[in-house]
Every structure is written in structure tokens, then in C-alpha cells.
């Protein structure tokens, strides 16, 4: 199944099937934060609207879905359901956006003597928005296990592509 329907997702590969809980609440979470850093290197969103220093704005995006999926896991814990990798993906991200958004609250590159320069500050944003681009993308389409053989020179990749399953097979050269 190719998306998000309801709160789960189920992927099947070649070892038969699981279902992985994505709730929307993870999903907005990391789209949210994801399009607000997207708009900061567009310089399109300053951190102008609250009135507030603006890393503490950027911050923000950041922390309410920390906080609100954190309140939410937690009143919804269950023997049955396990933090998955992606949940432990968003929550990483929105850990990394917070700590940076301190971090260049106090090692602001726009004042005069300042160390740091604004590339590096942008550089930071880029990646913040490239890592949850790619935590969207794991939470929206399905991906296969990839499997390695234990005695073999070869990395085997199983693909689906609209029910078709196809098989990608990269030979590996020892150095």
C-alpha cells in the first residue's frame, strides 16, 4: 500500500508483511518543522511573526510536536505498541532542531565580532531540512528490508513498483 491511510501503514517485501503505526500526529509533526526550515532557506520566513528572537521562533516548530507526540506517546503506551525506528527518527530530528536553534541563538552570526558566518548558519538549516525530507519520505512510501547475505559480495535490494516486485541486485568490489 503506497501512502498513509488512517493511523498505520503496512509494508509487505519479501518476508511477508508488517504493519508500522504512523500516526498523522508524527506525520504533521515532522511537516510542519520540515516546511518552516524549507522557507528559511528560501529566506522566504524570517522569524518575524512573534516577536520574539527568531531562533527561539525556528525553535518552536520544533518543540511543539516534541512535546505534544511526547504527551501523546506516552498517555498511549501499550505492551502492543513499540517505538519504531521512524518514531525514534522524528523525535531525534526535533531534538537536533532544538539544540541547533539554541545553539545559534548564542553563536549568532549576524553580530559584529562573531566567529561563526552565515553560510555555516544556512548550511544548518539545509540539513535540517534535508533530513526531514528524507524522515517524510521513509513515513509516506513503504520501503523493503534490504538484505545481505552473509558470504556474499552482493547487496540485494527488493523493489515494488505498483505490484510489480522487482529485484536490484549491486555487485560489491573488495579493495
Given at each position: 500500500m503506497s501512502g498513509i491511510s488512517g493511523?498505520?501503514?503496512e509494508t509487505s517485501g519479501n518476508s511477508g508483511s508488517c504493519?508500522?503505526?504512523i500516526s498523522k500526529m508524527k506525520l504533521y509533526g515532522i511537516f510542519f518543522p520540515f516546511?518552516?526550515?524549507f522557507m528559511i532557506t528560501l529566506n522566504v520566513y524570517n522569524g518575524d511573526i512573534l516577536g520574539i528572537p527568531e531562533n527561539f521562533e525556528f525553535m518552536l516548530w520544533y518543540c511543539m510536536p516534541f512535546v505534544s507526540n511526547?504527551?501523546?506517546d506516552c498517555q498511549h503506551k501499550s505492551s502492543s505498541r513499540k517505538l519504531t525506528t521512524l518514531h525514534i527518527g522524528c523525535y531525534m530530528i526535533w531534538l537536533i532542531g532544538i539544540v541547533t536553534n539554541v545553539y545559534w541563538y548564542f553563536s549568532n552570526p549576524w553580530r559584529v565580532n562573531s566567529i561563526r558566518?552565515?553560510?555555516e548558519y544556512y548550511d544548518t538549516q539545509v540539513l535540517l531540512c534535508a533530513v526531514m525530507w528524507n524522515q517524510l519520505t521513509w513515513?509516506?512510501?513503504?520501503q523493503s528490508q534490504t538484505s545481505v547475505p552473509e558470504h556474499s559480495d552482493s547487496l540485494s535490494i527488493p523493489l515494488e513498483?505498483?505490484?510489480v516486485e522487482v529485484e536490484l541486485k549491486v555487485d560489491t568490489v573488495r579493495a
Amino acid at each position: 500500500m503506497s501512502g498513509i491511510s488512517g493511523s498505520s501503514r503496512e509494508t509487505s517485501g519479501n518476508s511477508g508483511s508488517c504493519t508500522m503505526k504512523i500516526s498523522k500526529m508524527k506525520l504533521y509533526g515532522i511537516f510542519f518543522p520540515f516546511m518552516s526550515t524549507f522557507m528559511i532557506t528560501l529566506n522566504v520566513y524570517n522569524g518575524d511573526i512573534l516577536g520574539i528572537p527568531e531562533n527561539f521562533e525556528f525553535m518552536l516548530w520544533y518543540c511543539m510536536p516534541f512535546v505534544s507526540n511526547a504527551i501523546n506517546d506516552c498517555q498511549h503506551k501499550s505492551s502492543s505498541r513499540k517505538l519504531t525506528t521512524l518514531h525514534i527518527g522524528c523525535y531525534m530530528i526535533w531534538l537536533i532542531g532544538i539544540v541547533t536553534n539554541v545553539y545559534w541563538y548564542f553563536s549568532n552570526p549576524w553580530r559584529v565580532n562573531s566567529i561563526r558566518h552565515r553560510t555555516e548558519y544556512y548550511d544548518t538549516q539545509v540539513l535540517l531540512c534535508a533530513v526531514m525530507w528524507n524522515q517524510l519520505t521513509w513515513m509516506i512510501y513503504p520501503q523493503s528490508q534490504t538484505s545481505v547475505p552473509e558470504h556474499s559480495d552482493s547487496l540485494s535490494i527488493p523493489l515494488e513498483k505498483r505490484g510489480v516486485e522487482v529485484e536490484l541486485k549491486v555487485d560489491t568490489v573488495r579493495a
